[in-house]
Every structure is written in C-alpha cells, then in structure tokens.
T-cell receptor, first 114, second 110 residues
Framework: DTGVSQDPRHKITKRGQNVTFRCDPI?????LYWYRQTLGQGPEFLTY????????KSRLLSDRFSAERPKGSFSTLEIQRTEQGDSAMYLC????????????FGQGTRLTVV | DAKTTQPPSMDCAEGRAANLPCNHS???????VYWYRQIHSQGPQYIIH???NNETNEMASLIITEDRKSSTLILPHATLRDTAVYYC???????????FGTGTSLTVIP
C-alpha cells in the first residue's frame, strides 16, 4: 500500500502518561502535516514539515506536544503528561511541495485519555 | 484563507445525483476550492479541486460559479457508500494548510 500510514490506530492511556504516534507519508512527498480532530468537528491544523524542517506550528500545539521528522521521511508526534482534553483523533497527511496540490490523509490514531 | 459556509446536513436518494453547495463569498483570486470527504472513523479523502473552471474526475464534478463566490460538488449517482461528511475548503495557491469547517453530513437513503 502506498498511502499514508499511521501507527497505532488506537491508543488508550492514563492521564499523565506520555504517548508517541508515528506517521509514514507517501514516499515521494516532502510535506507532512499533523491535524487533530475532536468529535463533531472538522480536522484542525497542528503543524507541518517541509522535509525535516518544521515550518509552522498552530497555537493548538502546546508545550506538551512535540513533533519531529528527523530524516524527512516518517514523523512522530509526542504528547507529554497527557490530559483528558487530549482525547481526539490525530491525523497525518502528506503532499508534494507544489502549488495547488492535494494532501492525502492517513486513517488517524484515536487517542483516549482516561 | 477564506472561510466557507455549508449546510450542516443533506439527504439524497440512492442512484440520484447529490448536489452539495458551498458558499465562499470572500474567496480571493489565488485561492482554490477543494473538496474532501470523511467516512465515519476514517481519515479525510480527497475528492476534487479547482480554481475557476468546472472540473470532473472519476469521483465527482465541481461547478464553480463565474464570480467564484460559490461552488457545488456533484456526485452523479450516489451510493450508500457515499454517506459521509463533505468538507469544502478554500486554500491559497501557496497556502500551507487546509482549513476544515464542520462540513455537510450527507446521508444516502436506499
């Protein structure tokens, strides 16, 4: 399969624990995005990478969140000291870096903080 | 990026055309109209996008008004598998993000 892959698909964690999600983009795509989606809402932008450089971060990305894309390929999103409000679907997308191109989304990681 | 307005929900009979409207009255000249859909518990799926000309692909047609202030996504023969939330997004040509609203929940009825 050559689509965007996310792992794990589901994660249940206790409040205060750290969690890490992984995203493998489409291989030739140099842009990678992270979004968060809560129930009944559309996806909200968190951050994006151009190759290994993190170029933009949303105000939604608090200090407890960190994202990396060390070699410009896969990316990780870590949440430290999770809170119940972090419960959401975390979506990864990738695209080519060119004008008016579409982004392709993965199936997401569903995080539940108990 | 310009904001969009969509009806919160619509129904369509199976086999009929589904016409999903979107208002983007503040769109600027370098902004494209994109459509995505999201089936329950899955990631958003790209459908189609366009600037000012009508576009068609294997999934749908996109009709953009001449003044570009609104558009319509057409699913020519809706099936039950087209039941999903449909998002209309306006994004600058060089924009870095897709701003999703709350979309239109389309239910295809047997």
């Amino acid at each position: 399969d050559t689509g965007v892959s996310q792992d794990p698909r589901h994660k249940i964690t206790k409040r205060g624990q750290n969690v890490t999600f992984r995203c493998d983009p489409i291989s030739e795509h140099n842009r990678l995005y992270w979004y968060r989606q809560t129930l009944g809402q559309g996806p909200e932008f968190l951050t994006y990478f151009q190759n290994e450089a993190q170029l933009e971060k949303s105000r939604l990305l608090s200090d407890r969140f960190s994202a990396e894309r060390p070699k410009g390929s896969f990316s990780t999103l870590e949440i430290q000291r999770t809170e119940q409000g972090d419960s959401a679907m975390y979506l990864c997308a990738s695209s080519l870096w060119k004008e008016n191109t579409e982004a392709f989304f993965g199936q997401g990681t569903r995080l539940t903080v108990v | 990026d310009a904001k969009t307005t969509q009806p919160p929900s619509m129904d369509c009979a199976e086999g009929r055309a589904a016409n999903l409207p979107c208002n983007h009255s503040t769109i600027s000249g370098n902004e494209y109209v994109y459509w995505y859909r999201q089936i329950h518990s899955q990631g958003p799926q790209y459908i189609i996008h366009g600037l000012k000309n009508n576009e068609t692909n294997e999934m749908a047609s996109l009709i953009i008004t001449e003044d570009r202030k609104s558009s319509t996504l057409i699913l020519p023969h809706a099936t039950l598998r087209d039941t999903a939330v449909y998002y209309c997004i306006v994004k600058a040509r060089t924009g870095n993000q897709f701003y999703f609203g709350t979309g239109t929940s389309l239910t295809v009825i047997p």
